[in-house]
């Protein structure tokens, strides 16, 4: 007989798409990484959402009401682990990362840089890695 979290998935999703490109493509892909993050959170799953790269840049776009994906931010925020340090850094993101509220994520000491999210970390703990 298996238990209820047995069954219980674990996911990590990664944001790493641009806003500032403007396209059609950046948006459809924060959006389904936040409807796969809806999904999973939906049915009690282990998810978990990380911005990183040029997708750091999302966490002070979300969070604005006239953002088409407002509503959608809303519902999983609270599955967001964070934003990458380092990334926010290069993408200059930091000051949005920070005023989100957010930590920023820093457990991959990438040299030159402040620190990564560690995919590694999540890998061994179980998590499947999606990329969006």
Request: proline letters at 3%; glycine letters at 10%; charged letters at 25%.
């Amino acid at each position: 007989m298996t238990t209820q979290t047995e069954n219980k998935a674990k996911v990590a999703i990664i944001v790493l798409s641009d806003p500032s490109s403007k396209s059609e493509e950046a948006l459809g892909r924060v959006f389904n990484a936040l409807a796969v993050a809806y999904d999973y959170k939906n049915v009690g799953d282990d998810v978990t959402v990380l911005f990183q790269g040029a997708g750091t840049r999302w966490i002070g776009e979300l969070q604005k009401e006239d953002n088409p994906v407002h509503g959608l931010f809303e519902a999983v925020k609270d599955q967001v682990a964070g934003v990458s340090c380092g990334c926010a850094e290069v993408f200059g993101a930091t000051e949005a990362a920070e005023k989100s509220g957010y930590d920023l994520v820093k457990d991959n000491a990438v040299p030159g840089t402040a620190g990564l999210p560690s995919l590694r970390k999540l890998v061994n703990e179980g998590y499947t890695v999606l990329t969006f």
